[in-house]
Structure formats: structure tokens, C-alpha cells
């Protein structure tokens, strides 16, 4: 393993919140102008490969990985298949935990289901089921998500508040164990008859 793919590494597993040069620092033990160099390197990889779909992308010192302009008919032909017109258990599960404790943070989520949720969280906002809600006042200032109006009307709701009881809301406290399908059982009668036989 070399420097360049512990860096290309950090920026996949981040997805789409990203990483600062300061947290790939902290994590790597490079110095900044190591990360910068590497970073550039990177870039023109991405740039040059004309056989690779990525970039990346820099705003606010906050890095991202992301798929090239010209692949955005692709990507969304991807989104708009029939093969993925139905949530994915996981997807479900990230909802559901987003639903029931919004604002929430992407570690926040992927504390509770135990697994990396980015890639999930990027899916669901591609299909406008969450969004960007804030920032949260802790260092590093993480993206929170919220449900969207797309997904009341998705799922047949008006407004949050109509969401069904879950079996035992304290099990949603960060650190728990907790079975996935607490969370999905909950939607059960609210999902629609479409997505309940494919998920």
C-alpha cells in the first residue's frame, strides 16, 4: 500500500461529505504539503485516464471523489432504472434511522446500522428522499440529514408526525445493537405494496 492509495482510499470511503486536508493529515500522518502533492497527483491521474469515470472535487478544503460531468446521463439513467426503482434493505434502514432521528449525521447513522452509509446516503439524495439539513456545531462541522417532502409522498405521509411508533424508540440510541429489520418493520404498513414485495 502506498501514500497515493491510503489518500484515494480516504477520499472513497468519505463519499459524498468528503474529507479536509486536515482530518486525511490527522488520519495518514502526512504533513499538508505531502496530502497536497499526493492529492495533485491524484488529479491528474483521474484527469489523464481517459478510461477513468472519477475526479476530484474541492470546495472549502473539503475534498470528494466524484464521477466526471460528462457521465451525468449515465449516472442518472442509473438512478431512473426500473432495476432500481425500489429502496434496498439498506436503503430502507438508513431512511427509517433518518426519519426517526433527524438531524442526524452521517457517523451517527453508520454508528447505529454498524456499516459505512455514504454510498447509501448519496442514493437516497439522488432520489430526493433526504437532503442537507445543517451542519453540525462539532469539529469537522458534519453534513446532518432530514427526510424531504418527496419522502412524505412517497411514503403516503402528510407530515412527520405521522410517522408509525417504532416497537421501542430508545433502542435508536447511538452505540446500541440493533436489528435492522426493527427499523423496516416499522414502515411496513406505510411502504408501498410495489417496494414491500422487492425489498
Do not use: C, W
Amino acid at each position: 500500500m502506498n501514500n497515493l492509495s491510503q489518500i484515494e482510499a480516504l477520499l472513497f470511503v468519505s463519499g459524498d461529505e468528503g474529507i479536509s486536508m486536515k482530518n486525511m493529515s490527522i488520519i495518514t500522518g502526512f504533513d499538508r504539503s505531502a496530502i497536497q502533492g499526493l492529492l495533485e497527483e491524484l488529479v491528474v491521474k483521474y484527469d489523464t485516464d481517459l478510461s477513468s469515470a472519477l475526479q476530484i472535487r474541492e470546495s472549502d478544503d473539503v475534498y470528494r471523489l466524484v464521477t466526471k460531468p460528462e457521465l451525468g446521463g449515465t449516472v442518472k439513467q442509473y438512478f431512473d432504472s426500473p432495476v432500481n426503482a425500489t429502496l434496498s434493505q439498506a436503503q430502507l434502514e438508513t431512511l427509517v434511522i433518518v426519519a426517526y432521528k433527524q438531524p442526524i449525521t452521517r457517523v451517527e447513522i453508520d454508528t447505529i446500522r454498524g456499516v459505512q452509509s455514504s454510498g447509501t446516503l448519496q442514493k437516497l439524495a439522488l432520489r430526493q428522499l433526504v437532503h442537507e439539513v445543517g451542519r453540525k456545531d462539532e469539529p469537522g462541522r458534519p453534513i446532518m440529514f432530514g427526510t424531504t417532502d418527496e419522502f412524505l409522498d412517497y411514503f403516503g405521509l402528510k407530515s412527520i408526525e405521522e410517522l408509525p411508533p417504532l416497537p421501542d424508540f430508545n433502542m435508536l440510541e447511538l452505540g446500541d445493537d440493533i436489528d435492522g429489520e426493527l427499523f423496516t418493520s416499522a414502515f411496513d404498513v406505510h411502504q408501498p405494496e410495489s417496494e414491500k414485495e422487492n425489498v
